[in-house]
C-alpha cells in the first residue's frame, strides 16, 4: 500500500510546516458527502494516533487514518496552482466516478 505526494506537493507541505513552526506532516482521509459519496480532507497533523498509517514521501510524513487507506491506496497527491486557485490534487486510481462539481467522489 502506498501514497505519494509529488516533489511540488512536499515542498508545499514542508514549507507551510516550517511557517507554522510545527507539526508531523500532512494528513489527508475521506469523509462521506456530497452527491457521489465521498470527499478528501486534507490537514496538517500535530500528531500521529497509534491507529494511524504513515507513508514517506519526498522526506514529508503522509499520515491517514487506517480506515481510510483502502479508498487511498496508491494515490498521489499533487499541488497545483491555476490562476488565483491553488490547492492539493488527488490522482486516485480506485475512483470510479465523480461528481459534475468535482468535489466528491465514489469508490
Known amino acids: 500500500m502506498t501514497i505519494n505526494l509529488t516533489e511540488k506537493a512536499a515542498e508545499r ?6 511557517k507554522r513552526g510545527k ?3 500532512l494528513r489527508i482521509g475521506v469523509k462521506s458527502v ?3 459519496g465521498k470527499a478528501y480532507t486534507v490537514e496538517y497533523a500535530d500528531a500521529i494516533n497509534p491507529e494511524d498509517r504513515v507513508f514517506e514521501s519526498h522526506g514529508v510524513k ?11 491506496d496508491g494515490t498521489e497527491v499533487d499541488f497545483t496552482k491555476e490562476g488565483l486557485s ?3 490534487r488527488f490522482n486516485n486510481p480506485n475512483v ?12
Open 34 to 36: 456530497g452527491c457521489s
Open 13 to 18: 507541505v514542508k514549507s507551510f510546516l516550517a
Open 62 to 72: 503522509v499520515i491517514v487514518a487506517a480506515d481510510n487507506v483502502a479508498y487511498l
Open 86 to 88: 491553488e490547492g492539493f
Open 23 to 25: 507539526g508531523e506532516g
Open 96 to 107: 470510479k466516478a465523480t461528481c459534475g462539481c468535482g468535489e466528491s467522489f465514489s469508490t
